[in-house]
């Protein structure tokens, strides 16, 4: 059966509308249409502003990016997932619907934040950490792993400071992907059940650092998906 699709709804939830010109659709033309209406979406879930986050993501060609509070009871599908200054305040619901979708295979994209570093804990994976400014105000940003798809394309245009972070207080684990050229984390994955959490160590803020009005940004959260 041939059919028209079209998605629409609030930039939250997105609903597919499907027009037949005869006969039903099958189990794979749905889930085609589940499929399509995910793509280029975008999830954040946070309390804090994203309005730079926001804005580079919807300026760049990503068809829908949303933002959700903690509280909100329901994160709608994406292609990819972020996390905004998670920490143990948070709704005990919340993390939890976080930390199923990561480890039935999903990706989560975290950055750290003011209420992370008061905290002084990560929750996505559990650890505590510790904060610090960068000495002398600045710190560049190096590949610490030029093979991780997540830099694909990425090389030849970061250009990226860092003003302030947290880190683990201790060695965690984890796969370094992004270090300051002192060699202290920047972007962690570490393996959660079936899928991964990229922890950003500094906020999404440029009073942190410069990454967010870095248009080399907007193509690592395309490399998520």
Same mark, same amino acid.
């Given at each position: 059966a041939a059919a028209s699709v079209s998605v629409a709804g +609030?930039?939250?939830?997105?609903?597919? %509308?499907?027009e037949e010109s005869g006969g039903a659709l099958t189990g794979d033309d749905t889930r085609r249409v589940a499929q399509q209406s995910s793509a280029q979406h975008v999830s954040v879930v946070g309390a804090g502003n994203a309005g730079y986050l926001l804005a580079a993501l919807e300026a760049n060609g990503f068809a829908s990016v949303s933002q959700v509070l903690p509280d909100a009871g329901e994160i709608p599908d994406a292609s990819a997932l972020i996390a905004l200054? =998670? %920490? +143990?305040?948070? =709704?005990a619901r919340t993390l939890s619907v976080i930390r199923d979708r990561v480890r039935s295979g999903e990706t989560l994209f975290v950055t750290a934040g003011p209420a992370m570093r008061r905290a002084g804990e990560l929750v996505f994976p559990d650890m505590k950490l510790t904060s610090r400014r960068i000495a002398g105000s600045r710190? =560049?940003?190096l590949a610490a792993d030029l093979t991780h798809p997540l830099l694909a394309g990425l090389l030849s245009s970061l250009d990226t400071e860092v003003y /302030? /972070?947290?880190m683990p207080d201790a060695d965690q684990g984890g796969h370094a992907i992004l270090v300051t050229e002192t060699g202290d984390p920047v972007l962690i994955e570490y393996p959660l059940g079936a899928g991964k959490v990229l922890v950003l160590m500094t906020a999404l803020d440029p009073a942190w650092s410069s990454l967010v009005v870095d248009p080399a940004f907007v193509s690592l959260i395309s490399n998520l998906q």
């Open positions: +609030p930039a939250d939830v997105l609903t597919a %509308h499907i200054d =998670p %920490h +143990p305040g948070w =709704p710190s =560049p940003v /302030q /972070q947290v």
